[in-house]
């Protein structure tokens, strides 16, 4: 069941890396604008996001393994689509059917592992499954630039293909077909339709914070939306016999805390790496592939704390792993602030980014393992959705946050240059704001660790 959820969730996290690498190449060869590839990107985190809450649920009403299969199944028809496609719309169409697929992988794959481990194990087990994300982090893109440069971009989806079909016929056999469900209630069509709303509102203004500043008027005007359509939500949810988010998963005070704090270490966990890689482009003149590199330890700070993490739950409470990874993720966002220049050292930067690694894979697998453990079985999966969907959304409202902070004393044409073409043309002036608008980014995510590790004594899961 491990190694079924481990390789479903591989396989995801592998994509969505890897196309970083790519996305020049499949730009360039289906004649795509820069907005139009940057939607290649966008759609699959916007997809996956919207539509993890509600599979989360139906997971609990029809099974894990039917929702798992039939995403995996999708996931790897869309990946041979993609591989065929041969305009930006049909690429686009196509990665939105890949991320509804992922979605039905990742909504299961820690329920699932959730299900098959007894209370002693699943920490472990949780923290094998976070390490694997991580790995997927690592290979992703050092195996999407070798496969590229190689045999081309097509080559990277089709890839995909056997390796998924060998994992959907294990799935077949390995995964139990009488999932723990809750056949007696229905599944709440409203509730659905709103959330998909209301979240894919506030993603969606949030995409668009980074071309468009905070003071666009589209941007407010699908956050306000967005924000409208969950308040009706969360109303619905209390009046439905049957809600698509359970309200008594938000009674206890320690899962609220538990959902609080993922929502907080997201916001920290993804904006340091897209700061630091457009940083050391724009300021440092790194290529894009030595930019890369030089981020990577963060991964390899997740991929030994995770397992590791999920080890010590059998000697020390979640709580206190938790408050550890975050004051350790504090800590080394605090010595970005500090230390962050265009002439900084790559042994010193791999040290703050391994120290933040650690910091975020010891605290993602008790937060978890938490999560799934305070509630029955038929919540399991929609308890895994909310994680999931705060998760996405804290991601990118973090990366929304820090780039608006970092930017904000530039001009916009040095904005272009940044986001755009790596900013080797940025002059004195302005490499000097980025790297003061930078250090504040990183000091604001390090005041939210910090908060979070407020919040988490009060925790008693």
Do not use: H
């Amino acid at each position: 069941m491990l190694v079924v959820a481990s390789l479903g969730a591989f396989l995801c996290f592998l994509n969505l890396s890897a196309l970083n690498v790519a996305l020049p190449s499949v730009a360039r060869s289906l004649s795509a604008s820069p907005s139009q590839a940057s939607w290649i990107l966008l759609s699959y985190m916007l997809v996956s996001t919207v539509c993890i809450l509600s599979f989360g649920r139906l997971a609990d009403l029809w099974g894990r393994r039917r929702l798992f299969l039939a995403g995996l199944g999708l996931f790897l028809i869309a990946c041979a689509a993609c591989a065929a496609a041969t305009s930006f719309g049909a690429m686009l169409f196509f990665r939105i059917c890949q991320a509804v697929g992922a979605a039905g992988v990742m909504a299961n794959s820690s329920a699932l592992v959730g299900d098959a481990f007894g209370r002693r194990k699943v920490g472990l087990a949780l923290g094998v499954l976070a390490m694997v994300a991580a790995l997927a982090q690592v290979v992703g893109p050092l195996a999407g630039g070798f496969v590229v440069s190689w045999w081309g971009w097509r080559v990277l989806f089709m890839l995909n293909v056997p390796v998924g079909l060998c994992v959907l016929a294990w799935s077949w056999q390995v995964l139990p077909k009488s999932a723990a469900t809750a056949k007696a209630e229905r599944f709440d069509l409203t509730g659905a339709l709103l959330s998909l709303a209301g979240i894919g509102g506030v993603i969606y203004a949030l995409s668009m914070v980074g071309t468009r500043g905070w003071a666009s008027t589209p941007v407010w005007a699908f956050m306000l939306s967005g924000v409208c359509a969950l308040l009706l939500f969360a109303k619905v949810q209390q009046r439905t016999a049957s809600p698509l988010v359970d309200p008594a998963l938000f009674r206890d005070s320690g899962r609220r805390t538990a959902y609080a704090g993922i929502l907080l270490l997201s916001m920290s966990q993804a904006a340091p790496l897209l700061l630091v890689a457009l940083y050391l482009q724009a300021c440092a003149g790194l290529a894009p592939s030595e930019a890369g590199m030089r981020i990577a330890p963060v991964a390899l700070g997740m991929l030994m704390a995770a397992p590791t993490a999920g080890s010590l739950m059998r000697r020390f409470s979640p709580a206190a792993i938790c408050v550890a990874g975050m004051l350790l993720a504090a800590g080394a966002l605090a010595l970005l602030a500090a230390m962050l220049q265009p002439a900084i050292g790559a042994g010193q930067l791999a040290a703050c980014l391994w120290m933040l690694g650690l910091g975020i894979g010891s605290f993602v697998t008790p937060n978890n393992a938490s999560i799934l453990q305070s509630v029955v079985p038929q919540r399991r999966g929609i308890a895994n959705g909310v994680r999931s969907t705060l998760q996405n959304t804290g991601i990118m409202m973090g990366t929304a946050l820090a780039l608006s902070v970092a930017m904000a004393g530039l001009p916009y044409s040095s904005q272009l240059m940044i986001l755009g073409n790596g900013g080797s043309g940025l002059s004195g002036v302005d490499v000097a704001a980025f790297t003061q608008g930078a250090r504040n980014a990183f000091a604001m995510l390090a005041c939210l660790c910090l908060a979070g590790a407020a919040l988490i004594p009060n925790w008693k899961p």
